[in-house]
Structure formats: structure tokens, C-alpha cells
């Protein structure tokens, strides 16, 4: 049986049209309920972003697309794209973190628009054993 997937955070940069994220800062606000599960995340210098896109979700999926929309560049499967539109709708970008401060962590290179909602962050490297 699945859980329900509840947003932790949501993602703040004043963006709402696609561009390239690459020198982008964002912001991250984690919910005071989930704010203690940022203890040593500081430690990390890359962490890893999953993301709802809440933008899609009732707008179909692709099985096949032209990656970014540009029909210059050869048609793919959507599992070989990072296009929005999956059968899922869940984002996934690795970030380089450049502060954690109280509940709020400063990004750079976030591929989400300004009030997506995240629903999980881990570090991008293992630290625990391969757990």
C-alpha cells in the first residue's frame, strides 16, 4: 500500500516561466513540522530536490517528446527526458546548497517555479553506510 506523499516545503525565486535554472538561487521553505529534519543537512554541499509538478497534474502525460519542446532535437521516450509531463508528475534536481538558515535552504540551479511544492530533500552524497 502507498503512503500519501505530503509536500514538505515549498520553493521560493519569483519564477513562473521556464528558463534556464542553472545560475538560478532559490529558496526552500520547510514547514515548521518537518524543520528539525534539517539537523546537519548544512554538512552537504550538494543535496538532492524532489518536487511536485503542480503545474501538470490534469494535463496528460507523453510517452514520446521532442526534449524541451524543440523539434530540432530528436524525439525521445519521456524516461529518457526531464520533461514535466510523466505518467508521475515528480521532479527531480541535484542542487548545490549554499545555506541552511532556521527552516529556509539557499539553492542554486533549482529547475522549480516559485511555489512548487517539494516533497522530499536528501544529500546528494551517502554518509550513512549505503543506507
Given amino acids: 500500500m502507498l503512503n500519501v506523499i505530503v509536500p514538505i516545503g515549498v ?18 521553505e520547510i514547514f515548521e513540522e518537518f524543520k528539525e529534519g534539517l539537523f546537519r543537512l548544512d554538512e552537504s554541499k550538494e543535496i538532492v530536490v524532489l518536487f511536485v509538478f503542480d503545474r501538470n497534474i490534469g494535463k496528460g ?25 510523466r505518467p508521475n508528475p ?3 534536481t541535484t542542487v548545490e546548497l549554499i545555506s541552511v538558515r532556521d527552516n529556509v535552504l539557499t539553492v542554486k540551479g533549482l529547475d522549480a517555479f516559485d511555489g512548487t511544492p517539494v516533497i522530499d530533500i536528501k544529500p546528494a552524497e551517502r554518509r550513512d553506510g549505503g543506507r
Fill in 90 to 92: 515528480i521532479g527531480v
Fill in 61 to 85: 502525460h507523453k510517452k514520446v517528446l521532442h526534449p524541451k519542446g524543440d523539434e530540432s532535437i530528436p524525439v525521445v521516450g519521456v524516461f529518457a527526458s526531464r520533461s514535466p509531463f
Fill in 11 to 28: 520553493v521560493r525565486n519569483g519564477i513562473s516561466v521556464s528558463q534556464d535554472f542553472s545560475e538560478v538561487i532559490s529558496e526552500i
